[in-house]
C-alpha cells in the first residue's frame, strides 16, 4: 500500500456566538472559541479537528496558544510524516512539546478523521467499535439565578428535552454554593436531579461539612469540589460514602488516573478528550479507571458538533461509561460551522456514523465566523 504522508496542516480562529450567557466559576462568556485544524494527507484527504478549552481558567491553553503552539512548534514535526502512525506521531509530539495536551488532542481528532475517511470507516471503528450508539445527555443550568435554574429545569422535563442536570458553582463562597444547589435540588424535586461542579473552588472543610445534607437531597454527583492538586482531600470525601465524587480538573493524563486510582480518591473520573490529549488518551484513561471500578462520565469542553463528534466516537467505544454524558455544546451553541450537526434528540445524543469524524464543514459558516483581527480573551 502506498504510505499516507501529512502534506498540511492549516489552523484558523472561529468565534460562534451562545444562545445564553454561560456563568463559569471564574468568568461569564456570550461567545465560544474553537481552533479549527485541517490536515491535508498525500491521498488527497483532509481531516479535520476542532480545539477548544473551557477557559484559559481551566487548565492555562487557549485557542491562541494552540494556535501558536501548532503552527511554530507541532506542525513542523510532523508534516512529512506517515499519518498511519498515529501513536508514533503523538509520541514524537510529546517528546519534543511538554504538556499543550488540548493542541495535541486537536492534532489527533484531525488524523483520525482524515484516517477514517482513507479506510471508508467512522473513527469509533478504529478505536475498536461501539458499546452505545447514543449517550444520554446532562445538560448544564447557569442561568446565574436559583429561581432561573429550577424553571429550566423543570421545562427541558416538561418537553422531554434532558432529564437530568448539572449546576456550576464557584463564583460564590462554597457555602453560598451549597445552599443554593441544595435550593435547586429541592426545587426540582420530583422531577429530576442534578450533579453540583464547583469547579475545583471549594475548601475540604465546608465540603465535607454539606456531605450529609447532598445525601439527604440525593445529588447524583460532587465534581471537583476542591483545587485540582488536592487528591488527599478527594480521598477523604470519598471516603465519607456520601454522594459520588467525581474528579475533573484532577484527572486529565494517565498518569493523574493512576495516581487517583491508586490513592482511592474519587468514584468516577469526567473524561474530556481535550485534556487527555486525545482520543486514544481518553480511552487509554478510561482503561485504568475500569480496572480500578471507578466509574467514567462523558464531559465536555463544549465542543461545536466537530469536537462533539469526535467525543461521542471515544465514549461511545467505552464499555464504564456509567454517567452519561454532558455533550451539551452544540446544543449550547447559537449556530455551527458544519452541515451536518450531531444529533441530540429527548436527551440522548448520538454517535455519528459515517466514515472519519462524520461531519462536513459548511465553508460559508466557517467564513462567516473566522476571526477578523486580533482579539484574545473572554468574549
Ligand atoms: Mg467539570
Known amino acids: 500500500m502506498e504510505k499516507i504522508t501529512i502534506k ?36 488527497g484527504y483532509t481531516g479535520i479537528g476542532e480545539g477548544t478549552t473551557p477557559g484559559i481558567f481551566w487548565n492555562g491553553e487557549s485557542v491562541e496558544t494552540m494556535k501558536v503552539v501548532i503552527d511554530n512548534y507541532m506542525a513542523p514535526l510532523i508534516i512529512g510524516e506517515d499519518a498511519v502512525k498515529l501513536e508514533s506521531l503523538l509520541q514524537t509530539l510529546n517528546r519534543q512539546v511538554r504538556g499543550n495536551h488540548f493542541a495535541k488532542a486537536t492534532i489527533e481528532m484531525a488524523l483520525f478523521d482524515g484516517l477514517g475517511k482513507t479506510y471508508d470507516v467512522p473513527v469509533h471503528q478504529l478505536l475498536g467499535g461501539l458499546c452505545r450508539d447514543r449517550l444520554n445527555v446532562r445538560w448544564a443550568l447557569a442561568s446565574g439565578t436559583p429561581e432561573g435554574d429550577i424553571n429550566e429545569a423543570k421545562e427541558a422535563v416538561q418537553s422531554g428535552k434532558y432529564d437530568v442536570f448539572k449546576i456550576k458553582s464557584g463564583k460564590e463562597s462554597a457555602r453560598k454554593d451549597a445552599e443554593r444547589s441544595l435550593l435547586i435540588a429541592g426545587g426540582i424535586k420530583g422531577y429530576s436531579t442534578i450533579g453540583i461542579d464547583p469547579n475545583g473552588s471549594w475548601d475540604r472543610l465546608t465540603a465535607m461539612s454539606w456531605m450529609d445534607a447532598f445525601f439527604e437531597a440525593r445529588i447524583d454527583f460532587l465534581e471537583q469540589p476542591l483545587a485540582p492538586y488536592d487528591i488527599e482531600g478527594l480521598a477523604k470525601l470519598t471516603a465519607m460514602k456520601k454522594v459520588p465524587v467525581m474528579a475533573d480538573e484532577s484527572v486529565a493524563t494517565i498518569h493523574d488516573a493512576i495516581r487517583l486510582a491508586k490513592e482511592q480518591a474519587v468514584h468516577i473520573f469526567s473524561l474530556k478528550i481535550h485534556k487527555a490529549g486525545g482520543l486514544k488518551n481518553t480511552i487509554k484513561v478510561a482503561g485504568i479507571a475500569e480496572a480500578a471500578g471507578i466509574s467514567c462520565f462523558g464531559g465536555t469542553s463544549l465542543e461545536s458538533s466537530i469536537g462533539t463528534a469526535a467525543c461521542l466516537h471515544a465514549y461511545g467505544s467505552i464499555p464504564n461509561l456509567d454517567y452519561g454524558c454532558e455533550l451539551f455544546g452544540p446544543d449550547w451553541l447559537a449556530d455551527e460551522i458544519v452541515r451536518d450537526p450531531v444529533v441530540c434528540k429527548e436527551g440522548q445524543i448520538y454517535v455519528p456514523d459515517k466514515p472519519g469524524l462524520g461531519i462536513e464543514l459548511d465553508e460559508q459558516k466557517v467564513q462567516l465566523y473566522a476571526r477578523k483581527e486580533k482579539v484574545g480573551g473572554v468574549h
Do not use: C, G, M, W
Open 8 to 43: 498540511q496542516i492549516t489552523t484558523e480562529l472561529i468565534d460562534i456566538p451562545i444562545k445564553r450567557p454561560h456563568q463559569f466559576s471564574a468568568v461569564k462568556v456570550s461567545s465560544k472559541s474553537f481552533l479549527l485544524l485541517r490536515i491535508e494527507l498525500s491521498n
